[in-house]
């Protein structure tokens, strides 16, 4: 069995930083991406980023590029969500999730999903 958790949410000041971190435990599995995603209340859900676990190249979401770094520590199973110059429509529930399939048209199916954190950006 394979479980993500994610630490670091809370609430911060517009302008301000916050990193969150998701670690895996259980069985050793292979995947091809690990992600970040997130969902505000009445919104659906928005792929903030993903970095290539053998890799490490990086993707980001327009809404978030530029303010936002995806770093992973592949002998540790983690992947770390630095956020900066937050402002108050980043907040959200914010997901990891890892990928083990990919398909022909070049998307990642995500199998394993952590359980979630919120952050609230205060204006």
């Known amino acids: 069995q394979v479980q993500l958790v994610e630490s670091g949410g809370g609430l911060v000041q517009a302008g301000g930083s916050l990193t969150l971190s998701c670690a895996d435990s259980?069985?050793?599995?292979?995947?091809?991406?690990m992600a970040w995603f997130r969902q505000a209340p009445g919104k659906k859900r928005e792929l903030v980023g993903r970095?290539?676990?053998?890799?490490?190249?990086?993707n980001y979401g327009d809404s978030v590029k530029d303010r936002f770094t995806i770093l992973r520590d592949n002998a540790k199973n983690t992947v770390i969500l630095q956020m900066n110059s937050l402002k108050p429509e980043d907040t959200a529930v914010y997901y990891c999730?890892?990928?083990?399939?990919?398909?022909?048209?070049?998307?990642?199916?995500?199998?394993?999903w952590g359980q979630g954190t919120q952050v609230t950006v205060s204006s």
């Open positions: 999730a890892a990928a083990t399939i990919r398909y022909g048209n070049g998307e990642y199916g995500y199998d394993y």
């Open positions: 970095i290539g676990w053998s890799d490490g190249g990086t």
């Open positions: 259980g069985r050793t599995f292979n995947r091809y991406v």
